[in-house]
């Protein structure tokens, strides 16, 4: 069973830029999906970005295309989400997560099966 660790979370300030990691154990991420989403408090989860691990398609919603950039190391087994330009309203804990079930719905969080532990997100104005 795959197990996922979220690293690069911290503070930075607005115009920077971070890199978060997404580390599988237990399994090779094999033909899933994988998708990074973020919660701010008081908010629901929303989806940020996925890609696919054997074809290395990528989706992004509307508000970080441009900025947000996703791949993957296959030899490492493990997905990025490289950040720029980030704004205060970025600020959030982001997951990562892997969808498993192929039919399931990319940008839905009730499609994806296993999720990290989450790495914490601020940018300040």
């Known amino acids: 069973q795959v197990q996922l660790v979220e690293t690069g979370g911290g503070l930075v300030q607005a115009g920077g830029s971070l890199r978060l990691s997404c580390a599988a154990s237990?399994?090779?991420?094999?033909?899933?999906?994988i998708g990074w989403f973020r919660q701010a408090p008081g908010k629901e989860r929303e989806f940020v970005t996925s890609?696919?691990?054997?074809?290395?398609?990528?989706d992004y919603a509307d508000s970080v295309k441009g900025r947000f950039t996703t791949s993957r190391d296959n030899a490492l087994n493990t997905v990025y989400l490289q950040m720029n330009s980030l704004k205060p309203e970025d600020t959030a804990l982001y997951y990562c997560?892997?969808?498993?079930?192929?039919?399931?719905?990319?940008?839905?969080?009730?499609?994806?099966?296993?999720w990290g532990q989450g790495t914490q997100v601020t940018v300040s104005s």
């Open positions: 997560a892997v969808k498993i079930r192929a039919y399931a719905l990319p940008r839905s969080p009730n499609s994806y099966d296993r």
């Open positions: 237990g399994q090779t991420f094999s033909n899933y999906r």
């Open positions: 890609i696919s691990w054997n074809l290395g398609t990528t």
